[in-house]
Structure formats: structure tokens, C-alpha cells
T-cell receptor, first 115, second 115 residues
Framework: AQKVTQAQTEISVVEKEDVTLDCVYE???????LFWYKQPPSGELVFLIR??????QNEISGRYSWNFQKSTSSFNFTITASQVVDSAVYFC????????????FGKGITLSVRP | DAGVTQSPTHLIKTRGQHVTLRCSPI?????VSWYQQVLGQGPQFIFQ???????GRGNFPDRFSARQFPNYSSELNVNALLLGDSALYLC??????????????FGPGTRLLVL
């Protein structure tokens, strides 16, 4: 069985601060995919980033970056120079190959960015 | 291209009633999944359909059923509604291309309130 833990429940920062959202996952599969989704108040889940278990290279995409470490089963997500529009609930999710595309989500982190 | 669409956006029902929710995937996507998200939690997997066949089912009672049509749109049906069925119901579709097989794109959801 797969499990995703997002220990942080709510984070509040002032605009332009950097913020890191933590994610820890559990799976016995060797091939898996990790995701971050953003859920604004409208409710739609917006896909942000995807990482497969064979690629631990950490990347930066605009203001977003992520740190994937298999040794600690962590997949952390950082927003640099946060903006008010970043305020949302952020979900980390996991799927394994062949699991009929079932995504296992964490409970989410509510990020509030104050002007 | 249009994203995943869902209807209706909001719905109010009373206990014991039946509800049908609808989803149209992104053009070219053949896989549709349904998720239930209760307030304050991450989405929970209900069903996956691919090429009109059920390919996966989450831990939900038989009151929940679904189907996929030849045009790949899908319906989620819930019978004998309970108060606990109040939630945001999300539909997701998956690309055909193998390289992005495991990324799901979500619709705006249907907010169901059971009174």
C-alpha cells in the first residue's frame, strides 16, 4: 500500500518570502511517480510537477523547485519569492506503475501568502 | 484545447436520493478516474475507467457505480445518498502518450451537499 504524509497543515508567509512544503511518501514499489498539485479556492486541482523514481535530479522551473531524495523518501516543493496568487492548498501525491493510475494523496497544506 | 469538464458544478440532494455526476475528458484522453474529496482531506480514489471498462476501484460501497461511454465521457452514480457523501467529486483524465501516462489532469469538480 502507498502512503503520503504532509505533516504541515497550514503555512502563512509574507509576500516575497520563500516557502518549502514537505512531503514524505511510503511505497514498496521501485517504480513510482510523485506529483504536486495546487488547489485554489475554486476547487480544481492544478498539476504542477511530476517526478519518477528513477530521476532524482532536482530542478527549478521559474519560481518553483523541488527536492527529491529517495534515501529519505521525501519530495519537497519550494516556492521562491511567494506571491498572493500562490495562496492555495497544495497536495503531494504518489502513484505506482500499473496501479490503474490511482493517485494516493496527502492531506494537503494550506498556504496563505499575505501582502 | 478544453480541459476536463464536469457537470453540474453544484448539487443539493436529500438523504436516500440518487445522484448522477458527469465528466468529459480532455480530447484524446481515454482514461477517466473519479475521486471524492471531503472537506479538509485529500482526494480519495473511487474508480478508474479505460476504454469503457472498469480498471480499478477504491474502497467505496456498492452504492457508488460508474460507466464510460464510447466518446470516453463518464458518469458517476451514487445511490441511497448519506450525509457523509457530501464532498467535492473530482474527475481526472489521463493522456494517451506513454511518456506522460501517469499524469492526471483534473476537472473543476462537482460540489455535492446531502441534507
Amino acid at each position: 500500500a502507498q502512503k503520503v504524509t504532509q505533516a504541515q497543515t497550514e503555512i502563512s508567509v509574507v509576500e516575497k518570502e520563500d516557502v518549502t512544503l514537505d512531503c514524505v511518501y511510503e511505497t514498496r514499489d521501485t517504480t513510482y511517480y510523485l506529483f504536486w498539485y495546487k488547489q485554489p479556492p475554486s476547487g480544481e486541482l492544478v498539476f504542477l510537477i511530476r517526478r519518477n523514481s528513477f530521476d532524482e535530479q532536482n530542478e527549478i522551473s521559474g519560481r518553483y523547485s523541488w527536492n527529491f531524495q529517495k534515501s529519505t523518501s521525501s519530495f519537497n516543493f519550494t516556492i521562491t519569492a511567494s506571491q498572493v496568487v500562490d495562496s492555495a492548498v497544495y497536495f503531494c501525491a504518489l502513484t505506482v506503475t500499473g496501479a490503474n493510475s490511482k493517485l494516493t494523496f496527502g492531506k494537503g497544506i494550506t498556504l496563505s501568502v499575505r501582502p | 484545447d478544453a480541459g476536463v469538464t464536469q457537470s453540474p458544478t453544484h448539487l443539493i440532494k436529500t438523504r436516500g436520493q440518487h445522484v448522477t455526476l458527469r465528466c468529459s475528458p480532455i480530447s484524446g484522453h481515454k482514461s477517466v478516474s473519479w475521486y471524492q474529496q471531503v472537506l479538509g482531506q485529500g482526494p480519495q480514489f473511487i474508480f478508474q475507467y479505460y476504454e469503457k471498462e472498469e480498471r480499478g476501484r477504491g474502497n467505496f460501497p456498492d452504492r457508488f457505480s460508474a460507466r464510460q461511454f464510447p466518446n470516453y465521457s463518464s458518469e458517476l452514480n451514487v445511490n441511497a445518498l448519506l450525509l457523509g457523501d457530501s464532498a467535492l467529486y473530482l474527475c481526472a483524465s489521463r493522456p494517451r502518450r506513454r511518456a506522460h501516462r501517469e499524469t492526471q489532469y483534473f476537472g473543476p469538480g462537482t460540489r455535492l451537499l446531502v441534507l
